[in-house]
């Protein structure tokens, strides 16, 4: 996620690449590989000048949390931001891992900022001041499309858009594959299938009709669409993609749930 991040935002005026800098645990390789690929800074977690860094934006794994907090606590200042991307970790949560009052974002972005199309959210915790919240509004909209929502929000929107492209890809695997089995070409398939959903997306974003009265204008009676949308139906269509998001939102509500029981230490 960290790398389609940078991608998008070195393709834009906002930031240099050189005022980004890369660290991660112990993975230098893959640190030279960043540095080289997008002309960014990549230095040790042992090497980053910590007074020098304005906004801390952190993207590992949910469960290395408290560590990093723990460890990023001693060298923080009153005026520096931690932009967080992690899944189900909520700002109260870090709130409670940093100095009092310390500035905490959390943002959802999706791995389409790699090209700058992502839907990103954006959530202040209690102490973020308005510069912060803009400047990281401007910074997500950098690589895609930014919207500022109540936390209570987060984990319906990671169902849709955090973990939405996966969806998408999912049902484009199966257009492939339905392509290939009727003996068209696997390329071509996969070609069509994504000019159809960019189109319908599209359509959507550029028009006024809403989803229901552009699936209408599809819908020729008694027709192809008709018979699609019947099978469609008949193995769930529409109620499974709702029962994806539910299914992960509710995932991100039980992994802030983990987050706060305290660790049990085991021999
Ligand atoms: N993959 C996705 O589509 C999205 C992921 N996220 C969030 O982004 C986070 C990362 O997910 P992925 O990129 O998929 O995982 P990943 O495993 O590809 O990347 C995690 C990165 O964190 C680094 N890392 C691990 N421990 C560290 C530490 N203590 N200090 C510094 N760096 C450390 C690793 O070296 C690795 O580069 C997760 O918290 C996830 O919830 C959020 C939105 C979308
Ligand atoms: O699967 C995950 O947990 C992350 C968060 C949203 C998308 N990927």
Same mark, same amino acid.
């Not at 230098?28 to 000048?49: C, F, P």
């Not at 039980?254 to 987050?259: D, F, L, N, P, W």
């Given at each position: 996620?960290?790398?389609?991040?940078?991608?998008?935002? +070195?393709?834009?005026?906002? @930031?240099?690449?050189?005022?980004?800098? +890369?660290?991660?645990?112990?993975?230098?390789?893959?640190?030279?590989?960043?540095?080289?690929?997008?002309?960014?800074?990549?230095?040790?977690?042992?090497?980053?000048?910590?007074?020098? %860094?304005? !906004?801390?934006?952190?993207?590992?794994?949910?469960?290395?949390?408290?560590? @990093? !907090?723990?460890?990023?606590?001693?060298?923080?200042?009153?005026?520096?931001?931690?932009?967080?991307?992690?899944?189900?970790?909520?700002?109260?949560?870090?709130?409670?891992?940093?100095?009092?009052?310390?500035? +905490?974002?959390?943002?959802?972005?999706?791995?389409?900022?790699?090209?700058?199309?992502?839907?990103?959210?954006? #959530?202040?915790? #209690?102490?973020?001041?308005?510069?912060?919240?803009?400047?990281?509004?401007? =910074?997500?909209?950098?690589?895609?499309?930014?919207?500022?929502?109540?936390?209570?929000?987060?984990? %319906?929107?990671?169902?849709?858009?955090?973990?939405?492209?996966?969806?998408?890809?999912?049902?484009?695997?199966?257009?492939?594959?339905?392509?290939?089995?009727?003996?068209?070409?696997?390329?071509?398939?996969?070609? %069509?299938?994504?000019?159809?959903? =960019?189109?319908?997306?599209?359509?959507?974003?550029?028009?006024?009709?809403?989803?229901?009265?552009?699936?209408?204008?599809?819908?020729?009676?008694?027709?192809?669409?008709?018979?699609?949308?019947? #099978?469609?139906?008949?193995?769930?269509?529409?109620?499974?993609?709702?029962?994806?998001?539910?299914?992960?939102?509710?995932?991100?509500?039980?992994?802030?749930?983990?987050?706060?029981?305290?660790? +049990?230490?085991?021999?």
């Amino acid at each position: 996620m960290a790398e389609a991040m940078i991608s998008g935002m +070195v393709q834009s005026d906002l @930031v240099t690449p050189s005022q980004i800098i +890369v660290s991660n645990r112990s993975n230098t390789n893959r640190l030279n590989e960043l540095k080289y690929k997008y002309g960014i800074q990549a230095q040790k977690r042992e090497d980053l000048d910590f007074a020098t %860094i304005d !906004l801390f934006v952190l993207a590992m794994k949910p469960k290395d949390i408290d560590s @990093v !907090l723990e460890s990023l606590r001693p060298h923080l200042n009153p005026h520096q931001t931690i932009i967080s991307v992690l899944a189900g970790i909520t700002t109260s949560h870090m709130e409670s891992h940093l100095p009092e009052k310390q500035q +905490v974002i959390r943002v959802m972005p999706n791995t389409s900022s790699m090209i700058g199309e992502s839907a990103t959210a954006i #959530a202040p915790g #209690a102490h973020a001041p308005k510069d912060r919240i803009y400047l990281t509004k401007s =910074l997500m909209e950098s690589f895609g499309e930014a919207y500022i929502i109540d936390e209570a929000h987060m984990d %319906i929107f990671t169902g849709i858009a955090g973990s939405g492209p996966a969806y998408f890809y999912n049902l484009m695997e199966h257009m492939e594959q339905a392509g290939i089995e009727a003996g068209l070409d696997g390329e071509l398939a996969r070609s %069509i299938g994504a000019q159809t959903i =960019l189109g319908a997306a599209k359509m959507i974003q550029e028009r006024e009709e809403t989803p229901t009265e552009l699936r209408e204008n599809v819908t020729s009676p008694n027709g192809t669409t008709a018979a699609g949308l019947n #099978a469609l139906d008949l193995h769930g269509g529409g109620k499974a993609v709702s029962a994806a998001i539910k299914g992960a939102a509710s995932r991100s509500k039980e992994m802030s749930k983990q987050a706060e029981q305290p660790l +049990v230490a085991t021999n």
